[in-house]
């Protein structure tokens, strides 16, 4: 049951990431390039578990989307919106599918679970 909220609630949120892109007026195309460029962090498992899931959680983490919606209102850099709502669908849409944060253990080993085959 948890599980399935958990799920909802990050539909949920990819949901309004996508209804505030869609009012932003960006460009549909832009949103589908780089809607996966936060799993290219993925590539830092070439170095091992620890910089692997140091980086993987530096592109996947809500603070990161955080800190630059901050950067984006302090610094009034709105062209920096669209970036936003883009990283934050991506966040929410691995989150809905169950993979969370990484351990440095394994890449399967995650905040929300482990994910894969045993």
Known sequence: MMQALRRAEYAAVLLIALWFY???????WWFALLFLVP????AGYAFGNRIGAAVYNAG??????TVLGLLMHFS?????W??????????????????????????????LG???RN
């Open 39 to 42: 799993d290219l962090t993925m």
């Open 60 to 65: 996947h983490s809500i603070m990161g989307v």
């Open 114 to 116: 482990r994910i894969g």
């Open 22 to 28: 869609a009012q932003s007026g960006a460009s549909w």
């Open 82 to 111: 669209p970036y936003v709502l883009i990283w934050s669908a991506h966040i929410a849409f691995d989150r809905m599918l169950g993979y969370g944060l990484k351990y440095t253990s394994s890449f399967q080993d995650t905040h």
């Open 76 to 80: 009034e850099q709105d062209w920096l």
